[in-house]
């Protein structure tokens, strides 16, 4: 630096380091939004898993279907939700397996494997 000020030369480097700085700021920010609306997907999804694991064990299973698909929707968000129930080697124990996906879409968001037993719903 001179007496007078900054040089031309130093002021292109200062704006370029804080370019350089700015996108990375700003790609950190994109990625933490995506991010975000994902995990609240993600979340909504287990509760779809939950709610459909709840009506399986307080509901009876022996007319339930092998499998059976479905959809609900929480907080304006459709998913559809495949429920499998296997019958185990013990009797009145079913193997029950629960997958979620938002509608329309092919990943898992949330997937819940549980026993239920026959006749234990209250």
Do not use: C, K
């Amino acid at each position: 630096m001179s007496a007078r000020g900054f040089s031309l030369l130093e002021t292109m480097v200062a704006l370029s380091v804080f370019s350089i700085a700015a996108l990375g700021m700003l790609s950190l920010n994109t990625q933490t939004v995506r991010i975000s609306s994902e995990l609240d997907a993600r979340a909504l999804a287990r509760t779809v898993a939950e709610n459909v694991a709840v009506d399986t064990v307080t509901g009876p299973l022996e007319g339930i279907s092998a499998v059976e698909t479905g959809e609900q929707t929480q907080r304006g968000r459709t998913y559809t939700w495949q429920r499998s129930v296997e019958a185990t080697p013990r009797s009145g124990l079913y193997s029950v397996h629960i997958e979620v996906r938002e509608r329309g879409g092919e990943t898992v968001l949330a997937r819940l494997s549980l026993l239920a037993a026959e006749g234990a719903a209250p």
